[in-house]
């Protein structure tokens, strides 16, 4: 076997391939050659929302690559003032700003020609979104960036994921401010790297408090503004979405692409239709067009031709008066699977005893999913969600008032061994202590070095449990700290107990809690990846129950090729253990699904915590930040299929399922043995089952999506043509601020069942 230092060498020369050219030995026309023959490479750090630490991640990336020798440049740096970001531009070569005059005043943009010359191998050039100066060659930075990645230079820039087009009126919606500086959503899926920089919108606040984004005469009209905790929450779980979508389509786990059609009538809410079904289209693959139909009353479509193809839809305009023909058509010429309408306005009483523009698609395309899209309504003003419950920060002084201490656990999360969970939990401790917090190192690993623990205070001393790797919860609470910092909470104390069990001793203390969670330490996880296992160091697995009680939960995020590269250095574990993990959970494959699977899992915590906050806001209108869906099954046999495709749907939008059945006022025998059997086939597809009791199914499915904060019903076809009072036509009428989802009818169901058989109820 390679002695460490021989495996070091070898593993740093397999990342130095291929080897460039130098520009300053004679090999300078050769080293213009080679960069010109390959477009560089884009890495984006992705944020929820402004003061997350883009730039700040940038620039340390910037100063780890230059110490390893590579040639590094700021194109374009903006740090708003703030000290800790200005204080990593020393020692980084700074390429001057090009001054551009403009009515009057001066603007600086990024001098990209003088790039060009200086030709680097890693250009900095932030906020990709940015909009230029008028008269520069490019509009959009993002042409920049293209230009400069044409040349051969590698870039690294930053982006807020409410610059997407595609989450555009979704983020306007939630935050009531409009975004006018977008990018395509082309420019992130033609990235080589997204590397999500997390913050919970609770750290975010503080953050903001202490004055480390914005000027202190600023800071409470933002945090009653855009960075109120829904906004925050909100946001953070579109970017983890938005994340963990990318990695599925680039590991390519996506099932087969599917198509979607979107018919507009030029009305307001047609731009937020679109973007819908754009949206839908990309997490399934597949291409969108956009088709109008008719004259719309003189109102000019070419904004949405516009927006069509920023978005990369195809558009088509047909003539004609007969709306409901016309879309037909398209979808049946077009091969969809997948069509997207807006819910019909009611003009009048009569209008309700014929069908509806949704019901003529129900009836007359049954092999295509229809999905009637409710009208985007204004986002709430800011002032109406101040009542009901006082912000943490509120309580934390009240109670300071009266002598006793909030404590609240925020958490790390890796998902693979070298993340910097650690690093990040004792960097938080030291940003506390350095602000005058009592903050003590309960337990950690003694493999940290003892550099990242010297301003830190360590339970008990050098000698004691805590340097040890061990928690001796009984000291811990006779020190009463104002925060403990506790590696590993899967890790155990020194009564053999799984530390995570102690959390709630500390909290009632009044002790806070920084703490690492790894992804592979979470039992739903580690029996998924048994077979890896064998080999991993012993631990005691958490129940993912844990996740609940935790306040704050982040993930440290790193993207696959930089965990390998830390590995082949000797940054992370030992040779024999590095040859090990290549074969078992650092295999690239593998890598990028439980990187996928974390992202997911903060997505869900952040969606509960969401949730939670509509409901005490008295938020009545749901926010698509996560789909959550009812899926309705009436007690009859033939229902598991729809289950089951139904939770095949929500797992490509990433949504949250409750199979919901309305009960009967009696149910025979046959009836409880088919809903004790779905009700098991749900659990087993990770839904929710919920029976209800109503005599009419529709008003009580309406009451209960209200009441849930649902924002989609899923319905199966029914089997006969429309007829005013059927369920489905009534939920149309009703539910006009919920989307509603008709599955198609699969092709052997069509040819089993008669035209003429009994309505299906639900």
């Given at each position: 076997m390679c002695s460490p230092s021989t495996w070091h060498w070898t593993t740093e020369r397999?990342?130095?391939?291929?080897?460039?050219?130098?520009?300053?030995?004679?090999?300078?026309?050769?080293?213009?050659?080679?960069?010109?023959?390959?477009?560089?490479?884009?890495?984006?750090?992705?944020?929820?929302?402004?003061?997350?630490?883009?730039?700040f991640a940038m620039l340390r990336e910037a100063r780890e690559r230059k110490q390893r020798g590579e040639d590094v440049v700021i194109g374009f740096v903006e740090t708003y003032g703030r000290p800790r970001t200005e204080e990593l531009l020393n020692g980084l070569d700074l390429i001057p700003r090009q001054r551009v005059p403009y009515k009057g005043t001066v603007l600086e943009e990024m001098d990209v020609d003088a790039v060009l010359k200086?030709?680097?191998?890693?250009?900095?050039?932030?906020?990709?979104?940015?909009?230029?100066?008028?008269?520069?060659?490019?509009?959009?930075r993002w042409q920049d960036v293209e230009q400069l990645r044409d040349a051969g230079i590698d870039v690294i820039s930053t982006l807020n994921v409410q610059h997407v087009e595609s989450v555009n009126d979704v983020v306007e919606k939630i935050t009531g401010i409009v975004q006018r500086e977008t990018i395509p959503d082309r420019v992130l899926d033609l990235a080589d790297e997204i590397q999500f920089i997390d913050i919970s919108p609770e750290a975010l606040r503080k953050r903001m408090r202490h004055g480390n984004i914005y000027r202190p005469d600023k800071v409470e009209t933002a945090l009653a503004n855009f960075f109120r905790?829904?906004?925050?929450?909100?946001?953070?779980?579109?970017?983890?979405?938005?994340?963990?979508?990318?990695?599925?389509?680039?590991?390519?786990?996506?099932?087969?692409?599917?198509?979607?059609?979107?018919?507009?009538?030029?009305?307001?809410s047609s731009e937020a239709l679109i973007r819908r079904?754009?949206?839908?289209?990309?997490?399934?693959?597949?291409?969108?067009?956009?088709?109008?139909?008719?004259?719309?009353?003189?109102?000019?479509?070419?904004?949405?031709?516009?927006?069509?193809?920023?978005?990369?839809c195809s558009f088509v305009s047909l003539g004609g008066s007969d709306v409901a023909r016309g879309i037909m058509e398209a979808a049946q010429l077009a091969n969809v699977r997948h069509l997207f309408i807006g819910q019909s306005v009611q003009p009048s009483l009569w209008a309700r005893w014929r069908p509806t523009l949704a019901d003529q698609m129900i009836d007359a395309l049954p092999g295509i999913d229809l999905h009637v899209i409710a009208p985007q309504h204004a986002s709430i003003p800011p002032n109406s969600l101040e009542e009901p419950r006082r912000l943490p920060e509120d309580l934390?002084?009240?109670?300071?008032?009266?002598?006793?201490?909030?404590?609240?656990?925020?958490?790390?999360?890796?998902?693979?061994?070298?993340?910097?969970?650690?690093?990040?939990?004792?960097?938080?401790?030291?940003?506390?202590?350095?602000?005058?917090?009592?903050?003590?190192?309960?337990?950690?690993?003694?493999?940290?070095?003892?550099?990242?623990?010297?301003?830190?205070e360590l339970l008990g001393g050098p000698d004691a449990p805590a340097a040890h790797d061990r928690l001796d919860v009984a000291t811990l609470l006779a020190r009463n700290p104002e925060v403990a910092v506790i590696d590993e909470l899967n890790g155990l104390d020194t009564e053999g107990r799984v530390r995570a069990e102690s959390i709630p001793r500390l909290l009632e203390a009044g002790i806070?809690?920084?703490?690492?969670?790894h992804l592979l330490d979470l039992a739903s996880v580690r029996e998924s990846y048994a077979p890896l296992l064998k080999e991993r160091a012993p631990g005691s697995v958490l129940p993912d129950e844990v996740l609940t009680g935790i306040d704050e939960l982040e993930i440290v995020d790193v993207t696959p090729d930089v965990l390998l590269q830390r590995l082949r250095r000797g940054e992370?574990?030992?040779?024999?253990?590095?040859?090990?993990?290549?074969?078992?959970?650092?295999?690239?494959?593998?890598?990028?699904?439980?990187?996928?699977?974390?992202?997911?899992?903060?997505?869900?915590?952040?969606?509960?915590?969401?949730?939670?906050?509509?409901?005490?806001?008295?938020?009545?209108?749901?926010?698509?930040?996560?789909?959550?869906?009812?899926?309705?099954?009436?007690?009859?046999?033939?229902?598991?299929?729809?289950?089951?495709?139904?939770?095949?749907?929500?797992?490509?939008?990433?949504?949250?399922?409750?199979?919901?059945?309305?009960?009967?006022?009696?149910?025979?025998?046959?009836?409880?043995?088919?809903?004790?059997?779905?009700?098991?086939?749900?659990?087993?597809?990770?839904?929710?089952?919920v029976s209800l009791y109503g005599r009419n199914v529709a008003t009580t499915l309406a009451g209960y999506i209200r009441k849930t904060l649902s924002t989609e019903i899923v319905l199966g076809r029914r089997r006969r043509a429309w007829r005013l009072w059927d369920t489905t036509a009534t939920l149309i009428r009703m539910l006009d601020d919920v989307d509603i989802h008709i599955l198609r009818r699969e092709e052997a169901t069509q040819a089993k069942e008669p035209a003429a058989s009994p309505p299906a109820g639900s």
């Open positions: 397999l990342a130095e391939a291929p080897t460039l050219p130098s520009p300053g030995s004679g090999g300078a026309e050769k080293y213009a050659a080679f960069m010109a023959e390959r477009r560089g490479q884009l890495k984006v750090y992705l944020g929820a929302t402004p003061g997350a630490g883009k730039t200086r030709r680097p191998k890693v250009a900095l050039v932030d906020e990709l979104a940015h909009t230029n100066a008028p008269g520069l060659p490019h509009e959009k905790p829904g906004n925050l929450a909100a946001l953070r779980e579109i970017a983890l979405r938005l994340v963990a979508q990318s990695m599925a389509a680039s590991r390519q786990v996506l099932a087969p692409a599917e198509d979607v059609l979107v018919a507009i009538s030029g009305s307001a079904a754009v949206r839908v289209a990309r997490r399934l693959g597949g291409l969108c067009m956009v088709v109008t139909v008719g004259s719309h009353g003189g109102v000019s479509i070419e904004k949405y031709q516009q927006l069509a193809a920023q978005l990369g934390l002084r009240a109670q300071q008032r009266t002598g006793r201490r909030a404590a609240d656990v925020r958490v790390y999360l890796g998902y693979a061994d070298g993340s910097g969970t650690t690093t990040t939990m004792l960097d938080e401790a030291r940003r506390r202590r350095s602000r005058g917090t009592d903050v003590v190192v309960a337990a950690i690993s003694p493999r940290v070095p003892k550099a990242e623990l010297e301003t830190l806070t809690v920084l703490g690492t969670i992370i574990m030992s040779p024999a253990e590095a040859a090990r993990a290549l074969q078992a959970e650092f295999r690239p494959q593998i890598l990028a699904a439980l990187r996928e699977m974390a992202f997911r899992i903060i997505a869900d915590h952040t969606d509960r915590r969401l949730v939670a906050y509509m409901r005490e806001r008295k938020i009545e209108e749901p926010w698509e930040a996560r789909p959550r869906l009812i899926a309705c099954i009436p007690p009859k046999p033939g229902m598991a299929a729809r289950i089951e495709r139904v939770a095949g749907w929500a797992a490509r939008v990433a949504a949250q399922v409750t199979v919901v059945s309305v009960r009967p006022p009696k149910l025979n025998e046959s009836q409880r043995r088919w809903l004790g059997e779905y009700a098991a086939l749900a659990h087993r597809q990770d839904a929710e089952f």
